[in-house]
Structures are given as structure tokens and as C-alpha cells.
């Protein structure tokens, strides 16, 4: 059935683990049963296609009053806001002739320049990777977009003149997915054969029948949850999903506030066969591998994945195969998100974890952004010693 996502799941056998424990700073984010997080986070989750329809529209309009495109395009983002542009990437790449190169930092490639055009993608409009790189982008003379809901770089791009298309405010990065990739698909419209317009109203409409399955305790989500349990997640897919099984693992650790892995295939047949091969069966049954399986994938990639599966089934690994039915790619990626988006949910109530704050994130940027302003301000009286001739304090010349 279009707009669902099926899964296979194999029992591995089960022995009693020891209770671990939480470091202290964890103890903000596990709260008592039914944490108001939960059921915000879910009704974002919920609201996911109708975000995706908004983002696109507005996007395609900006793009329609911002002219052509080059064919060749640069995105710039981090966390929750840049996944948004490798889920674009996806699509655009199997289906288009365009490229679409996604920078994850602040350094731009060096064939950036005055023919180039560069998206920045930054939810709150304060991510410094991304301002650094789009003051770059300017001093090379590249054309300019900037998706964001305020912030910094929103007044930069004022002040420049640079398009913005902008998004509500007030949201966890994550759960504006559907803002931020329909968004970015909507400026990049132009790569495809024909408008998608049509299409995502149609993935739209599909998903959101999903949804109700997707959230039903009970419902796949729901299992996929309780069969991860306390395990390690490993997250498969092959290459032109390997932005979905990002997401998955991104979700997992934010929402859930557990470690994950991902990898794609084929690549992943030439390393980590050797190292699953080789793991212990104790360390084994200790993991969890779910595999983003697409029906028109590779044949050779889908009998790779059989092998890998039988091998971690003879590990002891809890496999679960997650298989993407949907008419098309873009289909099958807005249903792969709704449903690893409710997973991480489920597993984050399971252990009883708020996935709505992510108070280590915001801890490291605030610690870093002091470091940075405290770096910024010593250079400046180093400089002076050096011209005066002075030695620093406790140091010889």
C-alpha cells in the first residue's frame, strides 16, 4: 500500500542484562511517565505533512522570483537543519541532472564562486558554521539563499539583500523537517522534469494516512521500538537513502538520547561485513541493525543486504527490516521520516526520557561560544605585546 512503510522483524535470542546507570547531568532529561515533551513532540511529528506542502510552496515561489539556477548548487547546514538539504540531495540527484553539493561546516570547496549558488540552511539563524560560511560565500561573489526562521544570519541577508525564505519560529530544529526540505525542494524545483508540486500534495495526502498507524502504540513505530529495547541501533540503507537512515540515527540520539550508527550500502559490504563477522556474540546481542530497504533498489545491493542479514542473524543481532513501499523516492523518504521520527519517540517514552530539550547541545555551544569570544579578545593584546615589544605575563620573549 503507497504511503506506508512495512517492516519484518527477526527474534534474536535474549539474555538478562545488567542495570546500568545515568550520569548525573542526564538526569534532566528523564523525567516521570508522560512527559509533556512527549506529546508535543508527537503532535510535531504529526504535523509533518502539512509543514512539507507549506515549505515547498513558499519555496517554489521564492526560487520563481529569484530566476534561473545553475545546475550545479551548493547547500550549507548542520544538525536538523542541514539534513534537510541531504534529503533534497536524494531526490534531486536520482532524478534530475543537477547537483547538489552539501557543505556540513564552515569551510566552503574552493569551486565556490561568482557562478556558483549557495543555500544556507540554519533554523534559528544563529549556527556559526553557517554564518562563517555564508560571510565566505560572500566574499567569493556566489549568489545567496538563506532558509531560516530569524536570527543572525536572517539581519545579514537583509543587510546584504540576499533572498530569504523564511519559516516559523518557535521549533525544535528536528521537527521542522517539513519546513526546511520542502523548502529546499521548492527552490530547487526547477531541476525537474516537471513542477513536483502535484507530487508532494499527493505524498502529502498519503502520509498523513500513515501517520495514524505510524503513531499508534501498537503500530509499527511502536514495535520497532520495543524490539531496539536497550540496544545499540545501526541504521542501513542503500546510498540514495543514506540521508533517511541519518535521520534516523540524528532522531535516536536527540529524541531518544541514544548513541546510534549509520551506514550505506554498498559501501558498508567492504568494511563493516569484517567487523560484525568478528564481534562477540555477548556484544552482538547487544545491537540492533535496521535496514531502509527500497524495492527498486540495486539487485546486487538487495542480495548484499540478504547476506548481511543472515550474518547478523547468526550474530545474535536483532534485524529489522524496515521495507519502504511507496510509489517514488520522495514517497518512500517523507514516509521513512514520519516513521523514524515516531520510533525515536516511542523509545524515548519507553525509557522514560523527555526527547523535547537537548540540553547538552545548548551546554557545548555555550561553552565554545565563550572560548571563541575569549580567544577573540587575547589576540588582539598579543598582537599589541608583540608591536611594543613586551613580553606576556609569565612568559619569556
Not at 538539504?85 to 556540513?104: F, H, Y
Not at 531518544?256 to 556484544?283: C, G, I, S, T
Request: aromatic letters at 6%.
Amino acid at each position: 500500500m503507497h504511503g506506508r512503510v512495512g517492516f519484518i522483524y527477526f527474534r534474536a535470542r535474549r539474555r538478562p542484562g545488567r542495570k546500568g546507570y545515568l550520569p548525573r547531568r542526564a538526569a534532566a532529561s528523564v523525567p516521570k511517565r508522560d512527559a509533556p515533551g512527549v506529546a508535543r513532540m508527537r503532535a510535531l511529528a504529526a504535523d509533518l505533512p502539512n509543514t512539507l506542502r507549506r515549505g515547498f510552496e513558499a519555496g517554489r515561489e521564492l526560487a520563481l522570483r529569484n530566476g534561473e539556477v545553475p545546475p550545479t548548487v551548493y547547500a550549507v547546514g548542520m544538525g536538523g537543519s542541514g539534513i534537510a538539504a541531504d534529503l533534497a540531495r536524494g531526490i534531486l540527484e536520482a532524478e534530475s541532472g543537477w547537483t547538489l553539493t552539501v557543505v556540513r561546516g564552515p569551510e566552503l570547496p574552493r569551486s565556490v564562486d561568482a557562478r556558483s549558488r549557495v543555500v544556507f540552511v540554519s533554523y534559528s539563524g544563529e549556527t556559526s558554521e553557517t554564518i562563517r560560511a555564508y560571510r565566505a560565500a560572500g566574499r567569493a561573489g556566489a549568489d545567496r539563499t538563506v532558509v531560516t526562521s530569524g536570527g543572525v544570519l536572517a539581519e545579514r541577508a537583509e543587510e546584504d539583500g540576499v533572498p530569504i525564505l523564511r519559516v516559523p519560529p518557535g521549533l525544535p530544529p528536528r521537527a521542522a523537517v517539513g519546513h526546511l526540505f520542502g523548502g529546499v525542494l521548492g527552490l530547487l524545483d526547477a531541476a525537474f522534469p516537471e513542477s513536483n508540486d502535484a507530487r508532494v500534495a499527493r505524498v502529502a495526502d498519503r502520509v498523513r494516512e500513515a501517520i495514524g498507524d505510524h503513531a499508534r502504540p501498537g503500530g509499527p513505530a511502536a514495535v520497532l521500538a520495543e524490539r531496539i529495547g536497550g540496544r545499540l541501533p545501526f541504521v542501513y540503507a542503500e546510498s540514495g537513502f543514506v540521508s533517511l537512515a541519518r535521520r534516523w540515527k540524528t532522531q535516536f540520539e536527540e529524541n531518544a538520547k541514544r548513541l546510534a550508527a549509520f551506514d550505506e550500502a554498498p559501501e558498508l559490504f567492504h568494511n563493516a561485513v569484517a567487523a560484525w563477522d568478528a564481534v562477540p556474540r555477548a556484544d552482538a546481542e547487544r545491537r540492533a541493525a535496521i535496514l531502509l530497504e527500497w524495492r527498486e533498489s540495486d539487485p546486487a545491493i538487495g542480495r548484499g543486504i540478504r547476506y548481511l542479514e543472515h550474518l547478523l542473524r547468526s550474530r545474535s543481532v536483532v534485524v529489522l527490516r524496515v521495507l519502504l513501499e511507496a510509489e517514488d523516492r520522495l514517497e518512500a523518504t517523507v514516509a521513512g521520516i514520519s516513521l523514524g521520527d515516531f520510533a525515536s519517540l516511542f523509545l524515548a517514552e519507553r525509557h522514560h526520557v523527555d526527547p523535547y530539550p537537548v540540553d547538552a547541545i545548548a551546554r557545548m555551544k555555550t561553552v565554545t561560544a565563550v572560548a571563541a569570544a575569549g580567544a577573540a579578545g587575547r589576540r588582539p593584546r598579543r598582537a599589541a605585546r608583540r608591536r611594543s615589544g613586551r613580553a606576556a605575563p609569565g612568559r619569556a620573549r
